[in-house]
């Protein structure tokens, strides 16, 4: 089976290092096995077997740009010519949607690793981007149930052809091994009778380790022998170093960086605590479980499924809960310890990476075998027809929808207040009132132009705040700034025809 994987970049994060693991099986398993990266350099080259061929496409965010690598993806999916095409994260699968509508690939599967895909109306637009293209997919996953039953509510997955598929982790590498421990705590000063809490991920807003560090000075307060270690690296890295300081607790937080060997650092802990804003789906908290640790975590995405304790999840941004949970765990005996570690190494094998590869193989087989559902024609035409006639009818909603609501607000402007912004009129026909503007040389020209109290004038076009208003006055058509606009009053007049002239 011949099986593309297509991904936005090729990072350190848990979708890409997934990704990867899933790639390298499924060569070693005498499939041919093609990644493609949109953007950026790959940092896991020495992760990827050489039977796996990789290219960059070198996208940027220039439309010309895109168009090209657009045509550079289907030359070259064209000549691989693959039986699966396998996306993951949002503008991968946005990237092969759109890649389907001019080249003719059997099965599309669009893969995402969180529910959090952008905040505020960047979050809404990719939503309604999903929405739009769902068409052009034939199976849409996400990394947990919760988040996938999420995507189907907001309508951005449908509901006949979307599943749940957890990520995994390679059991051969994070398992229990005491013999590190002690050379790992040797290499940081760390003593057996200190207690050592531990977080992996990067320092970003997401990952949240300002909430685990507030919650561990409160512990510092009353246990002197506690120490923290986070690995990893990110922008917020100063910023974190400077709240340990001003918190006191230099001496008890280890900013450890970006290592390889992160399994040896698992095995030197005593808790594992993850303290994300969000998350997709966790694989850090799976590998301390699969190393026998004892786990806190935050109530973020799918990792309540993951580690499948209610008794060990704090809500988010809670650094209160955060302190009362550790402060629990780090009470405890050894022998009560124990018996979690016990329980989370049995519940990490329900995440072995094995036996996730052999699913994707089934589903790979299943819709390989079957017709998919977007390719049941083989005319091109008919393909591109119904591309433009869904992106069509998604804008056309949306502009509607979009109008309405700013022909409303300005009715309701209008009834309070006959004399409005100019930069907030609709297209109709208006009596200028008067200037807000002190500039005089501006002043002199609108005089120029005609702007004077009285003068009617009409609004032909208002492109909204940030653009520009085309109007007609005294038999001229002219364009002002909405800028400009902002600073002139203008009056509704009930009384004027529609058809008058000015």
Known sequence: MKIAYIITSMGTGGAEIVTIDIANRMSRMQNKVLILYLTGKNSNQDKIDKSVQVIRLNMTKSPINFIKVLFYAKTILKNFSPDIVHSQMFHANIFSRILRVFYKFPCLICSEHSKIIGIGTIFSLRLRLYRITDFLSDLNTNVSKEATEFFIRQKAFSNNKSIHMYNGIDLKIFYPNNNTRKDMRKLYTITDNEFLFLNVGRLTLAKDQRNLIEAFSLLCKEHKNVKLMILGTGELEKELKSF?????????????????????????????????????????????????????????????????????????????????????????????RKEISNRNLVQSRNFDIDSIVNKWLNIYKNLKNNSCTWFSTNHKNHRHKKFIKHMYYHWHRHWTEKHRIRFKKFNLIFQNNPNIKLSTAVPGVYKFASSNNNDKGLNHRLLEIGFMPGTMLRVIKNTGEKGSILLKIKGSKIVLSNKIADKLLVERNHHICPGTKV
């Open 244 to 336: 340990v300081l001003q918190k006191n607790v230099k001496d008890y937080v280890i900013f450890a960086g970006n290592k390889n060997n992160v399994y040896d650092y698992y095995n030197c802990a005593d808790c594992f605590v993850l303290s994300s804003a969000w998350e997709g789906f966790s694989l850090a908290i799976v590998e301390a479980m699969a190393c026998a640790l004892p786990a806190i975590a935050t109530d973020a995405g799918g990792v309540r499924e993951v580690l499948n304790d209610d008794q060990f999840i704090v809500p988010i941004k809670d650094s209160l809960a955060l302190y009362t949970k550790m402060k629990y765990i780090y009470s405890l005996t050894n022998e009560k």
